[in-house]
């Protein structure tokens, strides 16, 4: 069965610093993962995907992401966090058992961006 | 272009009662998937309905129910409520069909549900 693991509850990082939320992932064939955003009382919006091609995928908002497959990790990054990145970050892998795609999300991580 | 919108935001419900919640999809988008959203248990996968049809169910007691229609728009029921029912119900629209989209979901902004 697929599973998302995001090991953190939250991260906590100063304005202007680099910011890593992590996430790892395990599922039979080929991953389909993808990262969204929520913020207070908001559903959740979808910020990058990787299907296929470059490991290094950029997003929305100045967000990307690194797929490594040997590590089977799908760690969400940007380079200079702003205090407008705090919320809840969550990844999501999709896969087609039976024909028909299912997603499992993570649990989610509260980023904390610190002015 | 209209995004994915959940009637109603707010609810307050009583024990025992049922309750049912409306979501209609992007124009276009064929499969709407249910979530339930917790503090303690995060996002829960309900259901997912593609053409009228439920292609996958997660794992939640029989007083959670769902159905789409024709037109793509989805309602979730629950009956006899419970206060551990108390959560934000998000539904997700999407283009995929039987998987061929690289789309991801879009989410609606939720339900709040609150059993008293």
């Known amino acids: 069965a697929q599973s998302v693991a995001q090991p953190e509850d939250q991260v906590n990082v100063a304005e202007g610093n680099p910011l890593t939320v992590k996430c790892t992932y395990s599922v039979s064939g080929n991953p389909y993962l993808f990262w969204y955003v929520q913020y207070p009382n908001r559903g959740l919006q979808f910020l990058l995907k990787y299907i296929t091609g470059d490991n290094l995928v950029k997003g929305s908002y100045g967000f990307e992401a690194e797929f490594n497959k040997s590590q089977t990790s799908f760690h969400l990054k940007k380079p200079s966090a702003l205090v407008s990145d705090s919320a809840l970050y969550f990844c999501?892998?999709?896969?087609?058992?039976?024909?028909?795609?299912?997603?499992?999300f993570g649990t989610g991580t509260k980023l904390q961006v610190i002015p | 272009k209209a995004g994915v919108t959940q009637t109603p935001r707010y609810l307050i419900k009583t024990r025992g009662q049922q309750v049912t919640l409306s979501c209609s999809p992007i124009?276009?988008?064929?499969?709407v998937s249910w979530y339930q959203q917790t503090p303690g248990q995060g996002l829960q996968f309900l259901f997912e309905y593609f053409s009228e049809t439920q292609r996958n169910k997660g794992n939640f007691p029989g007083r959670f129910s769902g159905r789409q229609f024709s037109n793509s728009r989805s309602e979730m029921n629950v009956s006899t409520l419970e206060l551990g029912d108390s959560a934000l119900y998000l539904c997700?629209?999407?283009?995929?069909?039987?998987?061929?989209?690289?789309?991801?979901?879009?989410f609606g902004s939720g339900t709040r549900l609150t059993v008293v």
């Open positions: 999501a892998v999709r896969d087609f058992s039976g024909g028909y795609q299912k997603v499992t």
């Open positions: 997700a629209s999407s283009l995929a069909g039987t998987g061929t989209s690289n789309y991801g979901y879009t």
């Open positions: 124009s276009g988008h064929r499969s």
